[in-house]
């Protein structure tokens, strides 16, 4: 049986985990690159008949994992899939401090596996799966910091800012090629994980935004793991994914929510209507 191939980063904990979860269904072939193993996701993939590979790479070291996946996919054969994608979820947020405080290899290590291990791993999957004729997909979880910065967030908001831009660029890339690969960094909204805990936990006095972090825990303003997977995911399977190469789950969001709003009022007017028919 032929299955749908996804290849993930970051998938042993948080919004990675959460995504892996519910990506392993039967009929998929998941392959997560991580620096640790689940065993959560070994018994998933056991109970859905699900197939999976989890590679300990550290994505610091991202030229050798780049080559590792690129050498993979250039073994294999397209036949024995229905489409092909790639998610890079992995990201780190450096000691939330002001960029002159900053640790050297804290920062480096940052943009390494928050840009440039995305971008080399972009270049291999569509590089080796490049004369494959299945759909093909690239998906870059990026984030809002991408696009408006934070204070004491500077690499981070460096690293989701590159993430952006090197997908438009790729997309006009994939756009000049037959059937070339459909592509799209996607802010993800808000969401209770680690990161966010490392947010509102930071020092005040270093981190002007730390309130509002610790205000969106408290009014429980945080979307689960869970639920970011599955809208991630609703979005990644949309017939037009990768018209807009930079975009926001929260974005549809709003457009389900705005169309609901419109039917309602629609049949509450198409009512009235026939009431007033009924009077005549």
Known sequence: ?????????????????????????????LVCISRHTSDALVQAATKQGAALEQWTLDLSHCVQVANALKAWLQSKNEGQWLSATLINNAGVIPAVAPLRLG?????????????????????AFVGATGAWTIPRKVLNISSGL?????????????????????????????????????????????????????????DVSQFP????????????????????????????ARPDFGSEP?????????????????????????LLLDLGRADV
């Open 1 to 29: 049986m032929k299955h749908q191939l996804t290849i993930m980063t970051g998938a042993s904990r948080g919004l990675g985990l959460a995504l892996a979860r519910q990506l392993l269904v039967p009929g998929a072939t």
């Open 103 to 123: 640790d050297p290899n804290d920062l480096s290590n940052a943009l390494r596996v928050g840009l440039e291990a995305p971008m080399l791993l972009s270049a």
């Open 146 to 202: 991408g696009r408006r910065a934070m204070a004491s967030s500077a690499a981070y908001c460096a690293a989701k800012a590159g993430m952006d831009h090197f997908t438009r660029s790729l997309a006009m890339d994939e756009a000049r090629v037959v059937n070339g690969a459909r592509v799209c960094s996607l802010a993800p909204g808000v969401i209770d994980t680690d990161m966010q805990v490392q947010l509102r936990g930071a």
């Open 209 to 236: 935004d730390q309130a509002m972090f610790a205000d969106l825990h408290t009014k429980g303003q945080l979307s689960s793991a869970d639920d970011a997977a599955a809208h991630i995911l609703a979005y990644l």
């Open 246 to 270: 930079v975009a926001d789950v929260r974005d549809q969001k709003n457009r389900l929510a705005r169309d609901h709003y419109f039917l309602v009022q629609a049949a509450k007017v198409g």
